[in-house]
Protein backbone atom coordinates (compact mmCIF):
# COMPACT_ATOMS: atom_id res chain seq x y z
CA UNK A 1 0.00 0.00 0.00
CA UNK A 2 1.88 3.18 -0.82
CA UNK A 3 1.75 6.25 0.90
CA UNK A 4 -1.09 8.02 0.02
CA UNK A 5 -3.30 4.93 -0.27
CA UNK A 6 -2.42 4.72 3.60
CA UNK A 7 -3.26 8.75 4.44
CA UNK A 8 -6.54 8.15 2.72
CA UNK A 9 -7.78 5.10 4.61
CA UNK A 10 -6.75 7.64 8.02
CA UNK A 11 -8.50 10.29 6.48
CA UNK A 12 -11.69 8.71 5.44
CA UNK A 13 -11.89 6.73 9.15
CA UNK A 14 -11.12 10.11 10.71
CA UNK A 15 -11.27 13.67 9.36
CA UNK A 16 -13.51 13.02 6.60
CA UNK A 17 -15.75 10.82 8.53
CA UNK A 18 -16.54 8.23 6.01
CA UNK A 19 -16.70 10.75 3.15
CA UNK A 20 -14.79 9.48 0.03
CA UNK A 21 -13.94 12.38 -1.92
CA UNK A 22 -13.28 14.64 1.20
CA UNK A 23 -10.54 11.75 2.33
CA UNK A 24 -9.35 11.67 -1.13
CA UNK A 25 -8.85 15.55 -1.32
CA UNK A 26 -7.14 15.07 2.24
CA UNK A 27 -4.65 12.79 0.96
CA UNK A 28 -3.78 14.48 -2.03
CA UNK A 29 -5.53 12.60 -4.63
CA UNK A 30 -6.25 14.91 -8.01
CA UNK A 31 -10.01 16.22 -8.16
CA UNK A 32 -9.96 14.18 -11.46
CA UNK A 33 -9.61 10.90 -9.90
CA UNK A 34 -12.66 8.55 -9.54
CA UNK A 35 -13.61 7.71 -6.14
CA UNK A 36 -15.00 4.39 -7.41
CA UNK A 37 -11.64 3.26 -8.91
CA UNK A 38 -10.20 4.04 -5.70
CA UNK A 39 -13.10 2.28 -3.63
CA UNK A 40 -12.25 -1.46 -6.44
CA UNK A 41 -8.33 -1.00 -5.28
CA UNK A 42 -8.93 -0.18 -1.79
CA UNK A 43 -12.05 -2.79 -0.92
CA UNK A 44 -10.18 -5.04 1.28
CA UNK A 45 -8.28 -2.61 2.86
CA UNK A 46 -11.58 -0.58 3.42
CA UNK A 47 -13.43 -3.60 4.73
CA UNK A 48 -10.41 -4.86 7.46
CA UNK A 49 -10.93 -1.13 8.58
CA UNK A 50 -14.52 -0.76 9.34
CA UNK A 51 -13.88 -4.57 11.44
CA UNK A 52 -11.21 -2.95 12.89
CA UNK A 53 -13.32 0.07 13.95
CA UNK A 54 -16.62 -1.74 14.76
CA UNK A 55 -14.30 -3.84 16.91
CA UNK A 56 -12.79 -0.92 18.79
CA UNK A 57 -16.73 0.37 19.53
CA UNK A 58 -17.48 -2.99 21.19
CA UNK A 59 -17.08 -1.71 24.46
CA UNK A 60 -18.17 1.37 24.18
CA UNK A 61 -21.81 -0.38 22.91
CA UNK A 62 -21.62 -3.04 25.71
CA UNK A 63 -21.58 -0.03 28.13
CA UNK A 64 -24.55 1.92 26.81
CA UNK A 65 -26.44 -1.11 27.19
CA UNK A 66 -25.24 -1.24 30.52
CA UNK A 67 -25.97 2.54 31.18
CA UNK A 68 -29.33 1.93 29.93
CA UNK A 69 -30.49 -0.22 33.59
CA UNK A 70 -29.07 2.88 35.19
CA UNK A 71 -30.97 5.18 33.32
CA UNK A 72 -33.92 3.31 31.79
CA UNK A 73 -35.94 6.43 31.21
CA UNK A 74 -33.60 8.68 29.59
CA UNK A 75 -34.29 10.16 26.39
CA UNK A 76 -32.70 7.98 23.28
CA UNK A 77 -32.52 4.89 25.46
CA UNK A 78 -34.14 2.77 22.41
CA UNK A 79 -31.69 4.22 19.59
CA UNK A 80 -28.77 3.93 22.43
CA UNK A 81 -29.76 -0.22 22.34
CA UNK A 82 -30.39 -0.65 18.99
CA UNK A 83 -27.19 0.74 17.92
CA UNK A 84 -25.33 -1.07 20.38
CA UNK A 85 -27.07 -4.37 18.97
CA UNK A 86 -26.48 -3.93 15.64
CA UNK A 87 -22.43 -3.01 16.53
CA UNK A 88 -22.27 -6.23 18.65
CA UNK A 89 -24.27 -8.16 16.20
CA UNK A 90 -21.52 -7.29 13.55
CA UNK A 91 -18.60 -8.12 16.12
CA UNK A 92 -19.94 -11.94 16.68
CA UNK A 93 -21.45 -11.23 20.17
CA UNK A 94 -24.55 -12.00 19.90
CA UNK A 95 -28.04 -12.55 22.06
CA UNK A 96 -27.98 -16.54 23.13
CA UNK A 97 -31.32 -17.91 23.13
CA UNK A 98 -31.85 -21.14 24.96
CA UNK A 99 -34.97 -23.76 23.91
CA UNK A 100 -36.69 -25.98 25.82
CA UNK A 101 -37.49 -29.38 24.34
CA UNK A 102 -40.41 -31.41 26.56
CA UNK A 103 -41.93 -34.49 24.65
CA UNK A 104 -41.27 -38.02 24.16
CA UNK A 105 -37.85 -39.31 23.14
CA UNK A 106 -37.15 -40.81 19.94
CA UNK A 107 -34.54 -42.57 18.03
CA UNK A 108 -33.69 -43.84 14.79
CA UNK A 109 -31.81 -46.89 14.15
CA UNK A 110 -30.14 -47.79 10.61
CA UNK A 111 -29.43 -51.13 10.10
CA UNK A 112 -27.22 -52.25 7.37
CA UNK A 113 -28.14 -53.42 3.66
CA UNK A 114 -29.48 -57.21 3.86
CA UNK A 115 -26.88 -59.45 2.13
CA UNK A 116 -28.98 -61.95 -0.37
CA UNK A 117 -28.24 -65.69 -0.24
CA UNK A 118 -26.34 -66.96 -3.35
CA UNK A 119 -29.81 -69.42 -3.46
CA UNK A 120 -32.08 -66.81 -3.33
CA UNK A 121 -30.49 -64.69 -6.05
CA UNK A 122 -30.86 -67.80 -8.10
CA UNK A 123 -34.27 -68.02 -8.27
Known amino acids: MTEQQENFLNALFGEAQGNFRNAMNIAGYAPTEYPARLIRQMKGEIIERAEN ?9 VLSMSGILDDPSALGNRDRLAAAKEIL ?3 GIVKTEKIEHKGVASAVVILPP ?3 DDDTQKD
Not at 53 to 61: D, E, F
Open 114 to 116: LEE
Open 89 to 91: DRT
Open 53 to 61: MLAANAPKA
